[in-house]
């Protein structure tokens, strides 16, 4: 059995919260990948369930490899119909704020969030939560929001009446944010909570190749292409990196979630602990993407707020960079050679 996620104090004031709510907002952060749009999908289901008008609000695209979730035709996109979100949040009684820590995290929705009357609730998995909200969920040793979502919907007796597809949502966004099980993955709750969302009958196998086996002939070709020519490996470091150009996605016809996940590839390599990615944003010059993953005790968190401006997990963070690729690659080269051989910067 799971123990309770919730401390009685949070769960009645989550209760109370949502009792108390008839239109209620589910956001996530920017760019959303399978664990945002999985805990906001599954969480609003849960809310809908109870009788509530729960709204999924994203603020911008999401993977290709992501569309087929269940209820992703009912997502409202910030970035196509912000007059119809400022107005959703205005009206709002209630917004959950899902997988981020701070509003920022939400790109153009942030204004309006901040702006938003209703009360706020957390539900994240990262570390320092900075958002100022009526209740605060933070599980920074949680695998996933996804996994927070479960234990929150099995505290409150509602497992039951949940359905499959609310599992899929939940399953997703936990395989996800761990590389299918790989990182961050270790405690036995997280395989408790795999076999109970198999009891609803889902397909974990048919969720696996919807995510990681549908990439088109172009993106397969990209990755390719940046192993074979664009891979930096430092041994004496332990370390790689490769960098994606601009030219290189026009030239691979890129669209968004083409890269998700390269950056695992390298730690493939014998010996390696530390991959990082680097990514030129398709739109903004001198925007740099930066993506860390590391193996073992390697501390990539800190290596993201140190070098990166970012942070995240001990063993998944990512970041950004104001500047050109060539400069980005100069960061990085410092970064692996300072911080591989002094990790307590």
Request: net charge negative; charged share 25%; proline share 4%.
């Amino acid at each position: 059995m799971l123990k309770p996620i919730l401390t009685d104090q949070e769960a009645a004031t989550m209760q109370e919260l949502i009792a108390a709510s008839s239109t209620i907002v589910v956001t996530c952060h920017k760019s959303p990948d399978g664990d945002a749009l999985g805990s906001s999908l599954a969480w609003a289901s849960y809310l809908q369930s109870l009788g509530k008008e729960a709204i999924v609000m994203v603020p911008d695209a999401y993977p290709d490899f992501l569309q087929w979730l269940p209820n992703t035709e009912k997502i409202v996109r910030y970035d196509k119909h912000p007059e119809k979100c400022d107005l959703l949040l205005k009206m709002a009684d209630l917004v959950f704020c899902m997988d981020y820590n701070e509003t920022g995290r939400t790109g153009v929705m942030k204004d309006a969030l901040d702006a938003a009357p209703a009360k706020k609730v957390m539900i994240d998995h990262h570390l320092n939560p900075q958002l100022d909200g009526a209740l605060i969920i933070s599980h920074p040793e949680s695998s996933s929001t996804s996994e927070l979502v479960f234990r929150i919907v099995w505290q409150f007796g509602a497992f039951e009446k949940m359905d499959k597809l609310w599992a899929v949502a939940v399953y997703c966004g936990m395989m996800t944010d761990t590389g299918g099980f790989t990182y961050n993955s270790t405690q036995p709750e997280i395989y408790f909570i795999i076999g109970q969302l198999l009891t609803k009958r889902i397909d974990k196998d048919k969720i696996y190749r919807k995510v990681y086996n549908n990439y088109s002939s172009w993106a397969i070709r990209l990755r390719g292409y940046v192993m074979c020519y664009k891979l930096n490996v430092f041994n004496d470091y332990r370390a790689c990196y490769f960098a994606i150009s601009r030219k290189d996605m026009q030239d691979y016809h890129f669209i968004k979630g083409d890269a998700e996940g390269l950056v695992n590839e390298p730690l493939r390599i014998k010996n390696i602990r530390l991959s990082i990615s680097l990514r030129e944003d398709d739109r903004t010059p001198n925007l740099i993407w930066v993506s860390l993953r590391s193996v073992d005790d390697f501390p990539c968190n800190k290596m993201a707020e140190r070098y990166f401006n970012g942070g995240g997990h001990l063993n998944a963070s990512g970041g950004r960079l104001d500047c050109s690729l060539a400069e980005a690659e100069q960061i990085t080269r410092k970064a692996i050679q300072e911080f591989s051989t002094n990790p307590n910067l």
